[in-house]
C-alpha cells in the first residue's frame, strides 16, 4: 500500500462492537436480532430473510458456499496486508459462535491508514464484505473455529493484496 502523504507511522485501533450503522458503508451485518421476519414450514421455522446482497459479480460468475477452518491469531493483530475482492462480494458466518475480529477499510485503488476500521462480532453475526472492500483475511482470537463462506466462483482473478508500507504498524486490539 504506497503511503498517502501524511500517512501516520503507527495506528492502533481497539475493534468496536460490530453494528449494522458502523459496518454499513463495507457491507451487510449478517444477524436474526433486528431482522425482518416470517413463520415457515408449518410454523416449525423462522425464517429471518434477506441478511445480505450476495453479489456474484457480472457474466458467467456464480455463488459458491465454502467451509473455512481457521486458527487463531496471537493479538494485538499486527495488521500487514489487506485483501479485496473486486469481482464479487465475501460472506463469512460462524457455524459454532466463535467472536471474530473484522479489520476493514473503503474499497477504492489504495487504502488510506487512517481509513482503516476493527469491530469485533458479538459470535452469532457474520458479515458480507460489499465487492471491492479492502479487508484483513479472517480472524479468530480464542480457539479454531470454522466459518461458512459465501463468496464468487467463475473466470477472473478475484483477490488483490495490499501492503502496509515499511516503517508504518497497524495494530488492532480487544476492548478489555
Request: proline share 10%.
Given at each position: 500500500?504506497?503511503?498517502?502523504?501524511?500517512?501516520?507511522?503507527?495506528?492502533?485501533?481497539?475493534?468496536q462492537p460490530l453494528t449494522r450503522e458502523a459496518f454499513a458503508a463495507?457491507?451487510?451485518?449478517?444477524?436474526?436480532?433486528?431482522?425482518?421476519?416470517?413463520?415457515?414450514?408449518?410454523?416449525?421455522?423462522?425464517?429471518?430473510?434477506?441478511?445480505?446482497?450476495?453479489?456474484?459479480?457480472?457474466?458467467?460468475?456464480?455463488?459458491?458456499?465454502?467451509?473455512?477452518?481457521?486458527?487463531?491469531?496471537?493479538?494485538?493483530?499486527?495488521?500487514?496486508?489487506?485483501?479485496?475482492?473486486?469481482?464479487?462480494?465475501?460472506?463469512?458466518?460462524?457455524?459454532?459462535?466463535?467472536?471474530?475480529?473484522?479489520?476493514?477499510?473503503?474499497?477504492?485503488?489504495?487504502?488510506?491508514?487512517?481509513?482503516?476500521?476493527?469491530?469485533?462480532?458479538?459470535?452469532?453475526?457474520?458479515?458480507?464484505?460489499?465487492?471491492?472492500?479492502?479487508?484483513?483475511?479472517?480472524?479468530?482470537?480464542?480457539?479454531?473455529?470454522?466459518?461458512?463462506?459465501?463468496?464468487?466462483?467463475?473466470?477472473?482473478?478475484?483477490?488483490?493484496?495490499?501492503?502496509?508500507?515499511?516503517?508504518?504498524?497497524?495494530?488492532?486490539?480487544l476492548a478489555d
Open positions: 500500500m504506497p503511503p498517502a502523504p501524511g500517512t501516520p507511522a503507527s495506528l492502533a485501533l481497539v475493534a463495507f457491507g451487510d451485518v449478517i444477524e436474526s436480532a433486528h431482522s425482518r421476519s416470517m413463520s415457515i414450514n408449518a410454523g416449525m421455522t423462522t425464517r429471518f430473510h434477506d441478511l445480505a446482497r450476495v453479489d456474484p459479480g457480472p457474466g458467467d460468475s456464480r455463488v459458491l458456499v465454502n467451509i473455512f477452518e481457521t486458527q487463531p491469531y496471537a493479538m494485538p493483530l499486527q495488521v500487514g496486508m489487506l485483501e479485496r475482492h473486486p469481482l464479487g462480494s465475501q460472506a463469512f458466518v460462524p457455524m459454532d459462535g466463535s467472536r471474530f475480529l473484522v479489520v476493514v477499510a473503503p474499497a477504492g485503488e489504495a487504502v488510506r491508514v487512517e481509513d482503516i476500521r476493527a469491530f469485533v462480532t458479538d459470535g452469532k453475526q457474520g458479515v458480507n464484505y460489499a465487492r471491492g472492500v479492502w479487508h484483513h483475511p479472517l480472524v479468530v482470537t480464542q480457539q479454531p473455529a470454522s466459518f461458512v463462506v459465501i463468496d464468487r466462483g467463475g473466470v477472473g482473478p478475484n483477490c488483490d493484496e495490499i501492503f502496509v508500507p515499511p516503517g508504518c504498524e497497524v495494530r488492532v486490539s
